[in-house]
């Protein structure tokens, strides 16, 4: 199956990162969301990463000219009529998702394959609002995608073996290297980050360390790029609260409580980078 056009729904931090790698990779990439002014963010962002590259001599004028190019925006999930294949990264909400699969599978021809981005959310449940549930997949970029290596490839029962072998194609086609993960709550990246990341807010709630302490622990001491909480003010606190409320609910085992304090701070709006206060300040 040959994939030409390329659709991305969200042009959010996750959604213009794939947008950029897929646009990279030689596709033709639509990209869409609700407003003009989100999809203009998007193209910014794309750019700037963009003109970072070329500063430091990674790509050429030229090159950074044509991935641009290869990018086109819209606010109508109609347009997606066009796309050989596409991967919806909107913002993690279950009602909000279910809507946009049951809009695409009446929009996209019905050999077109739906992926979801999503961090956690069920790819069955997902699958099960579309007429198409064979070719439903969970793609799974991690933040910030054009850095990071890895795209988890989640099936559901009923994700077929030609939609897995085509998503896992196009993500090596990304330069990303694949890993496949069964359809249980958090999958495997979130299954195993989200509770470390709860776990470090808990310390910072029962006042074992102070923010910084305990990024400096686990930066130094177990050599992660970044320390937890400032990892989870990048993927943002209302994602990592929703992420865990799914293993919570999903495996009813208390070892995925939520931490209160994380709780309150998605609750007065400090959702990390992109509020410009979570963990840390960023103003
Ligand atoms: N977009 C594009 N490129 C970026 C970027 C961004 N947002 N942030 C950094 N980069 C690039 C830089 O330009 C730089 O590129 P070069 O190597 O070509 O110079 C490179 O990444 C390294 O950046 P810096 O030198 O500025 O900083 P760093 O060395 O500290 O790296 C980092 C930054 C890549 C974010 C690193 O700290 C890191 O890997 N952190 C952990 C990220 C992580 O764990 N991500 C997974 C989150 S979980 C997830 O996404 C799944 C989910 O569902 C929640």
């Not at 394959?113 to 579309?130: C, D, E, F, H, K």
């Not at 196009?170 to 999958?187: M, N, R, V």
């Not at 470390?196 to 686990?218: H, P, R, S, W």
């Amino acid at each position: 199956m040959d994939i030409n056009t390329f659709g991305v729904i969200g042009a959010g931090q996750m959604g213009n990162g794939i947008a950029q790698v897929a646009a990279a990779a030689g596709l033709s990439v639509i990209m869409s969301d609700i407003k003009q002014e989100f999809c203009d963010n998007g193209m910014a962002t794309i750019t700037k990463n963009l003109d970072r590259m070329v500063k430091k001599e990674k790509i050429k004028d030229a090159d950074k000219t044509a991935i641009l190019g290869r990018i086109t925006t819209t606010t109508d999930l109609n347009d997606m009529a066009k796309v050989d294949f596409l991967v919806e990264a909107a913002v993690e909400r279950e009602d909000l998702k279910f809507n946009i699969f049951k809009d695409l599978d009446r929009i996209c021809p019905e050999h077109v394959i739906l992926s979801t981005n999503t961090s956690s959310i069920p790819i069955g449940r997902i699958a099960a609002q579309t007429s198409r549930p064979d070719k439903v997949i969970g793609m799974h970029f991690m933040n910030p995608v054009p850095v990071m290596k890895l795209v988890e490839v989640i099936r559901s029962i009923a994700t077929s073996d030609e939609t897995f072998d085509i998503t896992w194609k196009l993500s090596e086609k990304f330069g990303k290297t694949p890993a496949e993960a069964s359809d249980y709550p958090g999958f495997i990246a979130n299954r195993i980050l989200l509770p470390m990341i709860n776990e470090a807010v808990f310390c910072l709630y029962q006042g074992v360390g102070k923010a910084e302490d305990i990024d400096t622990v686990m930066r130094l001491g177990m050599n992660h790029p970044m320390g937890p909480l400032a990892l989870a003010d990048l993927i943002g606190l209302d994602t990592c609260l929703a992420i865990m409320e799914t293993l919570y609910d999903g495996f009813k085992d208390s070892k995925y409580r939520p931490c209160p304090l994380l709780r309150k701070y998605v609750e007065v709006g400090w959702l990390g980078r992109k509020t410009g206060k979570g963990f840390y300040d960023y103003q």
